[in-house]
């Protein structure tokens, strides 16, 4: 009865049946996660959200729809080892995630003519005009904006020193940069900034120096098992009151576990998830738990490459598919309302400030 239907589904879609011949029996995406590694949860995340998106799309599709999916361990050699192996194998639509990831992959595609449709990766560097690179997201400046402004309202209680700490990675990189210009913008000084390497996993010298400025409002910048390192390492050398702020991508169970007792209490600018959406709920049910804001862009990114496909007859014809992404204006998905800019082919964002408390981040908005 399901094979009738389907093939029912094929001659409405496609207005023929003469047509059928020329149709595809799959559409095989390439989807890059770290599924490995230190942030393997944000990948086991994503990816989790995007199969809830097939079983959805594919109930309903005239055309069923594949995940080819490689790891990239969150690291960058890695990340384009997976993106070659994906091109040797045919795919020419793929999904990548984060920065470090998915900008070193958005240097290749254009000569490769594979079309990107990233998540989570927010790196300013990523957006070019009119190419063949897309994203869920958008640039480190929404996040920066949310960062400045809890910073801001810190600032303004009382005499206060501000300081940065960042790893050196594209985009935590470049979110200092914005970060540091919306403050300077706000007459709000940095009186102190600083830098490590990834996978750095002693801070006692980075304390040192904040307790030497007496630094009382931090934004550190990094990923979740860093920051859940320094957050122990500074309540063990500094227990006392001070405004640590971290960006969306320490929201994950790794923070958690590196920080130990002193997880608690911190400030975090967090992508938004519409919980109460039929996408959400249906992804309780399935997982037993609440969608991520990582399982929500692997979710929106499956959902939004079938839209273009279903533009496109569901065959991978670039030219075809660049455009129906540019068309897209209103997408309700599981992080919220958004539709796609008209040069750099770019979604924007929502954020909202949350406070570590109890093993998870909460609402404070």
Request: aromatic share 10%; charged share 20%.
């Amino acid at each position: 009865m399901k094979s009738i239907f389907r093939a029912l589904l094929f001659v409405i879609f496609f207005g023929a049946a003469g047509d059928l011949a020329a149709a595809p029996t799959a559409v095989e995406l390439g989807f890059i996660a770290t599924l490995s590694g230190p942030r393997a949860s944000l990948g086991r995340d994503a990816l989790d959200g995007a199969n809830l998106a097939l079983s959805e799309v594919n109930a309903q599709s005239p055309v069923p729809i594949k995940l080819q999916v490689e790891d990239s361990q969150g690291d960058p050699k890695t990340g384009i080892s997976a993106y070659k192996k994906l091109l040797r194998d045919g795919r020419h639509f793929i999904l990548t995630q984060n920065s470090n990831v998915s900008l070193p992959i958005s240097q290749l595609v254009n000569n490769d003519q594979v079309l990107q449709l990233a998540r989570c990766t927010t790196a300013d560097a990523y957006s070019s005009a009119h190419d063949l690179t897309f994203r869920v997201n958008g640039s480190t400046y929404n996040e920066a904006q949310k960062i400045a402004q809890a910073v801001k309202e810190k600032y303004a209680a009382g005499p206060a020193a501000v300081g940065i700490v960042t790893m050196e990675d594209e985009y935590p990189e470049m979110l200092r940069k914005n970060l540091a210009g919306l403050l300077k913008n706000q007459d709000i000084p940095v009186a102190f900034s600083d830098s490590f390497a990834p996978k750095e996993n002693d801070f006692r010298s980075v304390i040192s120096k904040l307790k030497q400025r007496k630094i009382s409002i931090l934004a550190f910048l990094s990923y979740p098992t860093e920051a859940g390192t320094f957050a122990r390492q500074f309540s063990e050398q500094q227990p006392g009151a001070i405004t640590i702020v971290f960006n969306t991508a320490v929201n994950a169970p790794e923070y958690f576990a590196a920080a130990g007792e002193a997880a608690d209490g911190k400030y975090l600018a967090a992508l938004a998830v519409e919980l109460n959406s039929p996408a959400a709920r249906a992804f309780q049910r399935r997982y037993n738990r609440a969608p991520s804001w990582m399982a929500a862009s692997g979710y929106d990114a499956v959902k939004i490459a079938n839209q273009a496909l279903g533009q496109c007859a569901f065959k991978i014809d670039l030219s075809c598919l660049s455009k129906a992404l540019y068309g897209i204006k209103h997408y309700d998905g599981l992080s919220g309302t958004k539709g796609f800019d008209d040069v750099f082919g770019d979604m924007s964002d929502v954020y909202k400030l949350v406070l570590s408390k109890g093993g998870k981040f909460v609402d404070t908005d």
